[in-house]
């Protein structure tokens, strides 16, 4: 029986010195309240690795840089958000180990927010941790490691091809609805092929075939001359038009150099022209322009095909060619 008792307390003895060194062994401590911000953002600075992209809002609208290059408005709020609303997890370390968490000077992301000459909030971006759902940051004039909620990295871009606004002709569907000619001009053997594409409503029901089911009249598409055309060529061709984003620009080019093109589009209607302008094929992309952009960029092959397509409507004509 005094067997069974000295059992029990070295049982409950080593039970209770288990907890105390567990107890004692945990760290305490308090995560950072950052201060909520009231302020709207105007500026958001990027820099990494030397890397420096500076953006600004102005006129409602978010520009990257000297040049005031349209950025990607949806992007840019992004970033901001992450920043405004972010949220610490954890204290990683405190013993300045940056190197382990890339939060080195030479391969943190600094990010900056400012109201003006303000600034409201500064924080230095490492890697991501093993499941990639949390961030290790830091914070300004703060030396310890902190864990955040999300993938920081994936949403933060530090070059200026990154961040523009890459879409680079836009019609709206009421400008769409309103384009009733398509101009196609191609070179062709002493001169320039052109065809025109003409949109025709088609005639109203007579009154007796009329129901109650009946649609309003649509309209079709055909070429000016007379010669065959598949409308679906047509649809294509203004779908692609109407929201056409670029790969990248061509930042030492000019429009100058687009004189003589492989392809030349140009949809009107409502007193309005898009056109687009491509030169011959480099490594499976297109240097082109557009009416909207006044800066060349590369278009992939497989974003233009449409409207590479849609000039075989002038294969075999008996048009003659326009002299240039």
């Known amino acids: 029986m005094k067997k069974e008792y000295f059992l029990l307390v070295i049982v409950i003895v080593a039970l209770g010195a288990l907890l105390f060194y567990q107890k004692k062994g945990r760290t305490n401590y308090q995560l ?3 201060a909520q911000l009231d302020k709207a953002v105007d500026r958001l600075f990027i820099e990494k690795a030397g890397e420096q ?3 600004n809002l102005r006129d409602g609208k978010w520009v990257l840089g000297k040049q ?3 950025a990607n408005q949806a992007r840019v709020e992004k970033m901001i958000d992450e920043v405004r609303n972010l949220n610490l997890t954890a204290l990683i370390s405190d013993k300045g180990n940056y190197q382990i968490y890339e939060l080195t000077p030479e391969k943190a ?8 000459a303000q600034l409201l909030r500064e924080i230095e971006v490492g890697k991501n941790s093993s499941s990639l759902r949390q961030t290790y940051v830091r914070l300004h004039n703060d030396a310890n490691v902190y864990q955040a909620l999300g993938n920081l990295q994936s949403n933060f871009f530090t070059t200026v091809n990154e961040l523009r ?9 009421e400008k769409l609805a309103g384009i009733d000619e398509i101009v196609l001009e191609q070179p062709a053997a002493g001169g320039l092929q052109r065809v025109k594409l003409v949109k025709v409503k088609a005639l109203p029901a007579a009154d007796a075939e009329k129901t109650e089911s009946s649609s309003a009249p649509t309209a079709s598409w055909q070429r000016e001359d007379g010669g065959p055309l598949d409308p679906a060529l047509v ?3 203004l779908k692609t038009l109407s929201d056409l984003q670029c790969e990248s620009f061509i930042e030492d080019s000019q429009a100058q150099s687009f004189t003589n093109p492989l392809y030349r589009v140009e949809a ?23 009416s909207q952009v006044q800066e060349p960029f590369w278009l992939p092959a497989w974003r233009v095909d449409s409207v590479v397509k849609s000039f075989s409507v002038g294969a075999g004509s008996e048009n003659k060619a326009e002299r240039q």
């Open 32 to 34: 950072p309240k950052l």
């Open 53 to 55: 992209v500076e953006l």
């Open 68 to 70: 005031a290059y349209p």
């Open 109 to 116: 992301l600094a990010v900056r927010l400012y109201n003006g």
């Open 165 to 173: 606004d890459k879409k680079v002709l836009a019609i709206s569907p």
């Open 235 to 237: 649809t294509r061709l």
């Open 268 to 290: 009107r209607g409502a007193g309005e022209a898009f056109s687009l302008v491509l030169l011959a094929a480099e490594d499976n992309k297109y240097p082109a322009l557009s």
